[in-house]
């Protein structure tokens, strides 16, 4: 079989969920946007659900209609895209919650459902979603007169902890919803981990249950084993893949693996990246294809039968610095063609 595998660890996703949630007073909710970040919504939201996770976060509200289809009606979905025209029938079927963006958001909503939950979304700095200080200002009352079930901010640096952007924003979120009675929300993994000044009533973690930075404990969830589909020996002078971009220098054995940049394997790692056979390091060579990589298996003993991509050696951020990325995108970029597997249900 030459179809790459894709392992998901839901014990060691539950444990790292379970590990920010306990890093303070606050309840701790799980963002689920983008299919659970490219691990499978199917399996990893029963999962966080069964670990006590009872308020979750989608981008937009097709992915909220799914997921209530998925856990059923009692936990609460918020959609961070808010209220977008023609959302009505599924905000209102897939009883969702959708974060208010702006005073045209919130007249549509009152206008389309009223009395359906709803929460607001504040920009404290960002400068992507939410509604201004004025525009709060101006609706303020009104919208908490009808009771919204969360007030929210995203925090723009707080992978960063010495960044002055974390105080800024802690303020104005501050000023914006000191007094309020509705719930507060601020912190994503980062600000989970900026400390419990930012943790206010209800925390947002996404990457760090995934296993990603800046949650530095965190447990590795993705195991990603590539197969073996060919071994050859190559000779000083030779070449190996597209463009003639590695020579060998001596004598080299490579196995060429059945993945790619199709995988989410990103091209730009290639002349970067390692895989490991058991404890030996391996470096790719040449140019990632779409479907298949040459590594440097001379050091390996035997002949290898698939190769770690992901794992106990290396992590999603490993990758990430060879492609000049970050974790999230490597997690959302692995895409469908592996075989998938959880282990831990
Ligand atoms: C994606 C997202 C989160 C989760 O962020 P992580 O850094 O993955 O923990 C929280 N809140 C909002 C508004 C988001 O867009």
């Given at each position: 079989?030459?179809?790459?595998?894709?392992?998901?660890?839901?014990?060691?996703?539950?444990?790292?969920?379970?590990?920010?949630?306990?890093?303070?007073?606050?309840?701790?909710?799980?963002?689920?946007?983008?299919?659970?970040?490219?691990?499978?919504?199917?399996?990893?939201?029963?999962?966080?659900?069964?670990?006590?996770?009872?308020?979750?976060?989608?981008?937009?509200?097709?992915?909220?209609?799914?997921?209530?289809?998925?856990?059923?009606?009692?936990?609460?979905?918020?959609?961070?895209?808010?209220?977008?025209?023609?959302?009505?029938?599924?905000?209102?079927?897939?009883?969702?919650t959708p974060m208010l963006n702006s005073i045209d958001q919130m007249l549509r909503h009152v206008?389309?459902?009223?009395?359906?939950?709803?929460?607001?979304?504040?920009?404290?700095?960002?400068n992507r979603l939410g509604m201004e200080p004025a525009e709060w200002r101006a609706l303020r009352?009104?919208?908490?007169?009808?009771?919204?079930?969360?007030?929210?901010?995203?925090?723009?640096?707080?992978?960063?902890?010495?960044?002055?952007?974390?105080?800024?924003?802690?303020?104005?979120?501050?000023?914006?919803?000191?007094?309020?009675?509705?719930?507060?929300?601020?912190?994503?993994?980062?600000?989970?981990?900026?400390?419990?000044?930012?943790?206010?009533?209800?925390?947002?973690?996404?990457?760090?249950?995934?296993?990603?930075?800046?949650?530095?404990?965190?447990?590795?969830?993705?195991?990603?084993?590539?197969?073996?589909?060919?071994?050859?020996?190559?000779?000083?002078?030779?070449?190996?893949?597209?463009?003639?971009?590695?020579?060998?220098?001596?004598?080299?054995?490579?196995?060429?693996?059945?993945?790619?940049?199709?995988?989410?394997?990103?091209?730009?790692?290639?002349?970067?990246?390692?895989?490991?056979?058991?404890?030996?390091?391996?470096?790719?060579?040449?140019?990632?294809?779409?479907?298949?990589?040459?590594?440097?298996?001379?050091?390996?003993?035997?002949?290898?039968?698939?190769?770690?991509?992901?794992?106990?050696?290396?992590?999603?951020?490993?990758?990430?610095?060879?492609?000049?990325?970050?974790?999230?995108?490597?997690?959302?970029?692995?895409?469908?063609?592996?075989?998938?597997?959880?282990?831990?249900?």
């Amino acid at each position: 079989m030459a179809q790459a595998k894709l392992t998901i660890d839901l014990a060691a996703l539950r444990a790292n969920w379970r590990a920010l949630a306990h890093m303070g007073q606050a309840e701790a909710g799980a963002v689920v946007k983008a299919d659970a970040y490219g691990l499978g919504i199917d399996a990893v939201a029963p999962a966080l659900a069964a670990e006590g996770a009872r308020r979750f976060f989608v981008a937009i509200a097709e992915e909220g209609a799914r997921l209530r289809g998925i856990l059923g009606p009692a936990p609460e979905i918020c959609v961070f895209s808010g209220h977008m025209a023609g959302d009505a029938t599924l905000i209102r079927d897939a009883q969702l919650t959708p974060m208010l963006n702006s005073i045209d958001q919130m007249l549509r909503h009152v206008e389309a459902l009223p009395g359906h939950a709803f929460g607001i979304q504040l920009d404290s700095g960002m400068n992507r979603l939410g509604m201004e200080p004025a525009e709060w200002r101006a609706l303020r009352e009104i919208a908490l007169a009808q009771r919204p079930s969360l007030v929210m901010s995203h925090l723009a640096c707080a992978d960063e902890p010495g960044h002055p952007m974390n105080d800024h924003q802690l303020r104005v979120f501050r000023e914006m919803t000191d007094g309020i009675a509705a719930p507060r929300s601020l912190a994503a993994t980062g600000g989970v981990l900026l400390g419990s000044d930012y943790h206010f009533d209800v925390t947002r973690p996404g990457i760090g249950i995934y296993g990603g930075l800046p949650f530095l404990d965190a447990l590795p969830v993705a195991f990603v084993d590539i197969p073996v589909i060919q071994l050859r020996d190559v000779l000083p002078g030779e070449t190996v893949g597209y463009g003639n971009t590695w020579t060998a220098e001596r004598p080299t054995r490579v196995a060429t693996i059945a993945g790619g940049y199709a995988d989410g394997i990103l091209r730009s790692m290639s002349h970067k990246a390692f895989l490991w056979a058991g404890e030996t390091r391996c470096p790719v060579l040449g140019r990632i294809s779409m479907d298949l990589i040459g590594v440097d298996v001379s050091a390996v003993e035997g002949e290898p039968e698939s190769l770690e991509l992901l794992g106990r050696h290396q992590s999603v951020d490993t990758l990430a610095d060879w492609a000049g990325s970050i974790g999230y995108e490597i997690l959302t970029s692995l895409g469908t063609r592996y075989a998938r597997a959880y282990t831990g249900a």
